[in-house]
């Protein structure tokens, strides 16, 4: 059974993006052979977000790994100027 706890930090390092983490619980699977995502509906017409989160560390308990992610704040806009 995996089980996870999902927290977000907005702090001084985050301007501009969310940096999400999550504490997984693998219970004896191998972290190598998880993939743990950050998913996000549509907003406003907009593309879903589907984001690879990336292991940062194991919890001392050596059963808990934790995964993070960062993501921007808003939706990035190109301008397409002519002529």
């Known amino acids: 059974m995996v089980k996870s ?3 977000q930090n907005q702090g ?5 993006k969310h940096v999400f983490e ?3 619980y693998l219970s004896g699977l191998d972290p190598n052979s998880a993939r ?3 998913y996000a ?5 907009g593309e879903p977000v589907r984001q690879e989160m990336k292991r940062v560390r194991q919890l001392l308990d050596k059963n ?5 992610v960062q993501v921007p704040t808003t ?3 190109r301008t397409i100027r002519f002529g």
Do not use: H, K, W
């Open 22 to 24: 999550v504490q997984v």
């Open 64 to 68: 808990g790994t934790i995964y993070s």
């Open 41 to 45: 509906d549509a907003v406003n017409s």
């Open 36 to 38: 743990v995502e950050l």
């Open 75 to 77: 939706p990035r806009r």
């Open 12 to 16: 001084s390092e985050g301007r501009g």
């Open 5 to 7: 706890a999902l927290r």
